[in-house]
T-cell receptor
Framework: DAGVIQSPRHEVTEMGQEVTLRCKPI?????LFWYRQTMMRGLELLIY????????DSGMPEDRFSAKMPNASFSTLKIQPSEPRDSAVYFC??????????FGSGTRLTVV | AQKITQTQPGMFVQEKEAVTLDCTYD???????LFWYKQPSSGEMIFLIY??????QNATEGRYSLNFQKARKSANLVISASQLGDSAMYFC??????????????FGSGTRLSIRP
């Protein structure tokens, strides 16, 4: 079991550019979550999916953010256009039952 | 609405001593789950321990135990015989609902634990 795999680990981009973060959940996990971590706001849930369907996207900050899960083994979080305030660590997590949520290593995004 | 409160921004503890990290929660759902995660300086989120609201006994995992006081809505993490490697951020988290209907978990603000040699 390779765990939840996120890419890239680090991303530096210029303001206004499009950024795509990727996540591969653990095989067999039917829930996938995207979180954002900042010093000011802590860990915030952005969106989560069940069986590839978005269930709750109330945490998505604004229309610049979008997330997709085209199949059970892949999800993307896209920011277009990116802004400096989007700089954060973005975590993906997956889950099968309600007891074990496994997090990826995170993507550290810096928008300059 | 869910709410998780961790009132200790930071703690210093001598190596080999036991440490208690506080967590209180607020929910109107009778079914919920409580989690503790560790985040070392490397940044990954490591699951430590889980307690279900209907569990009769406090959860234990090695040196970690969860002091679950349902009436007080508290779920404190106890680390016995602390080690230098325990220095990290610790997050308390809660999920409403149990069983197969997993839903989102929300996190407290965290406690930074530093172990002194």
């Amino acid at each position: 079991d390779a765990g939840v795999i996120q890419s890239p680990r680090h991303e530096v981009t210029e303001m206004g550019q499009e950024v795509t973060l990727r996540c591969k959940p653990i095989s067999g996990h039917d829930y996938l979550f995207w979180y954002r971590q900042t010093m000011m706001r802590g860990l915030e849930l952005l969106i989560y999916f069940n069986n590839n369907v978005p269930i709750d996207d109330s945490g998505m900050p604004e229309d610049r953010f979008s997330a997709k899960m085209p199949n059970a083994s892949f999800s993307t979080l896209k920011i277009q256009p990116s802004e400096p305030r989007d700089s954060a660590v973005y975590f993906c997590a997956s889950n099968h039952d309600s007891y074990g949520y496994t997090f990826g290593s995170g993507t550290r995004l810096t928008v300059v | 609405a869910q709410k998780i409160t961790q009132t200790q921004p930071g703690m210093f503890v001598q190596e080999k001593e036991a440490v208690t990290l506080d967590c209180t929660y607020d929910t109107s759902d009778p079914s919920y789950g409580l989690f503790w995660y560790k985040q070392p300086s490397s940044g990954e989120m490591i699951f430590l321990i889980y307690q279900g609201s209907y569990d009769q006994q406090n959860a234990t995992e090695g040196r970690y135990s969860l002091n679950f006081q349902k009436a007080r809505k508290s779920a404190n993490l106890v680390i016995s015989a602390s080690q230098l490697g325990d220095s990290a951020m610790y997050f308390c988290a809660m999920r409403e609902g149990v069983g197969s209907s997993a839903s989102k978990i929300i996190f407290g603000s965290g406690t930074r634990l530093s172990i002194r040699p």
